[in-house]
């Protein structure tokens, strides 16, 4: 095996246009629908022309099935309290206090600010922590009390004792009260743990990506699908109703043939380049270094892989054993830690795709880019672009990023009929040149330059979001989806899917298949960078190969 590897804008609704939108109310479908300027006659034509084409079922996140929380309490560990650690145990019911009391806060001040309100009225997920690890005091002090049923206020499970804190993750691992684990920690941990808590028995919640290199990508898959433990990856992308929506939209062919999807990373603050705060409280002391870069054995293991690939020169300068607060609180800027762009924000895009189209692994990425902004000693670039070639679909994905300008760009898929643009909300327009509807267009009764299909869950503004990272993953549709009219925070149900698979069985929707998928893609556009030619997907033999 190779190494290598604002709602749209309409007139005045006349009798007739409201007589249409009447007739589509009755569509089960959520959200607005709105087909532009056309008399009733020539659309009731276009609806028999075309039978159901345009009639979309509901859209249900996969967690949204009624759930059975009355059933054994799940107990739970958590691996790494950080940015991402800290919201993945809030989506489980537990935040913490602080936390609480500045949603409060923020609520009394703003009536549209709800985030306390959605908390507070999630279903009981009927789960307990029983056990927290950071390698860093004062996060891990917050996991407990956050953890602590005594000191919590929130949805999370039963009343019991503070979490207990371990040094070590394999100790955590190694506790008889602790039935699943998640795991949240820096990309180069991912697998380690991941396989370790398999052959431990502990089911597993895994953050994005998946691996931190290519050949233990193969690894975890062998030992998830041999452990037998529930895996979710970390995509509550899957939770989100638009995109489940899109997905409809795909399968009834509305945009004909889909040659071309582009999807893009824009952000433009410290926060969404990686440059994360230094807490006043981390020192040598505070810190266990050692087990942050970890033994001698895995420095080994990443050392060999990069120097079998010839990318030594992408290893950092200074010494793997010398104590820098940057590199511990920035990883991501570092090869040593990171997986880039790929591994963290390109692995939401292509997993939105890969749910509304099923495009599975490419075959063949090429990527250019650099450090052209943040000249902060950093090794992953800032601005990267990645062409993924799905031959077996006629279509390229293009990938396009920049941590320096917040231009808003969303996901748009182009069809020789019609185009989709997905984010939060979802719009569907059709092409001037669309052989499929050119007799709608030449009458009138559908025209290019107005949404034939808009889908907006919930609410159409976004509140309750307080930073420029939040809101690049509200618009993206990665933090609320709705349920019966009702909105949850997608990192919850994405959870409360798992939990729920772990008490009454099934698998979760982020399932080891997909993770791996996504896991290879995003190693195929970062190795792509690196070695600066094009990588292959060998299928039959499951190998990245050079161009």
Known sequence: MSEETKKPQHEPASPERRNVIKTLISVPVLGAMAYGVYKKTKYDRLRRNRGD??????VTPPSAKKINSDGKTV???IIGYGIRGKQLLRAAGFAEPA??????????????????RDYMEQESLNVEVTGVCDI?????????LSGSNIHREGTGGTMGAPPKRYRRYVDLLAADDIDAVIIATPDHWHGTMAMDAARAGKH????????????????????????????????????????????????KDILGHVSLIEVCTNRNDPNGAWVYPIHETADPQTIDWQQFEGHADRIKEYTDYMQSAGLMRYVGPEPRDR??????FRWRCWWDYSTGLSGDLLTHEYDAVNQVMGVGIPGSATSSGGVYFFKDGRTVPDVLQTSFEFPDKNLTMLYSATLA???ARGKVFMGHDASMELSSSLTVKVDPRSTRYAEQIAQGVIKPDTPLITYVPGQENVDAVSSATELYFAQRGLLYAYVNGKRYDTTYLHIREWVECIRNGGTPCCHIDAAFEEAITAHMGTRAYLEGRTMYWDREKEEIVRG
């Open 405 to 407: 300008s917040q231009r």
């Open 53 to 58: 084409l345009f009639k979309l079922e509901p």
């Open 75 to 77: 107990r739970l560990g």
């Open 204 to 251: 597993v919640y895994l953050e994005k990506p998946m691996s931190w290199t290519v050949p233990e990508t193969y690894m975890i898959r062998d030992v998830i699908r041999q452990s037998g433990v529930t895996f979710q990856f970390g995509h509550q992308g899957r939770q989100t109703d638009s995109y489940l929506k899109a997905k409809q939209i795909i399968e």
């Open 136 to 144: 860093f005091d004062t996060c891990a002090e917050s996991a407990v």
């Open 323 to 328: 104590f820098d607060l940057k590199r511990f």
């Open 99 to 116: 936390v609480i009391d500045a949603w409060k806060e923020a609520a009394r001040k703003n009536a549209n600010d709800t985030r306390y």
